[in-house]
């Protein structure tokens, strides 16, 4: 990683998930991160597949949705704090 990079983990509740890289405001968003000099590297739409990429990914910051779905993030975020990394 480079200098001044932050690589991100984004779990985002979002029905149509699967079309999440075309959808305008996750587009917007992604480059507002890309511009800041952040890097998405890890994405998940659940809970139970944010599960494996809390705990095994390489990223320095999490930005989790707090309602997913009828789940909340509130385990995502304790993996992510145990491993003593940031989330939002």
Same mark, same amino acid.
């Given at each position: 990683?480079?200098?001044?990079?932050?690589?991100?983990?984004?779990?985002?509740?979002?029905?149509?998930?699967?079309?999440?890289?075309?959808?305008?405001?996750?587009?917007?968003?992604?480059?507002?991160?890309?511009?800041?000099?952040?890097?998405?590297? =890890?994405? =998940?739409?659940?809970?139970?597949? =944010?599960?494996?990429? =809390?705990?095994?990914?390489?990223?320095?910051?999490?930005?989790?949705? &707090?309602?997913?779905?009828?789940?909340?993030?509130?385990? &995502?975020?304790? &993996?992510?704090?145990?491993?003593?990394?940031?989330?939002?």
């Amino acid at each position: 990683m480079s200098p001044g990079v932050t690589s991100l983990f984004w779990l985002r509740y979002d029905p149509a998930f699967s079309d999440l890289r075309r959808r305008p405001g996750c587009r917007r968003l992604r480059c507002a991160m890309k511009r800041l000099g952040h890097r998405v590297v =890890a994405e =998940a739409g659940s809970v139970s597949e =944010a599960l494996p990429l =809390a705990e095994q990914a390489e990223f320095d910051l999490a930005l989790l949705d &707090i309602n997913v779905g009828g789940d909340n993030s509130a385990d &995502i975020a304790a &993996i992510v704090e145990r491993r003593s990394l940031l989330f939002l």
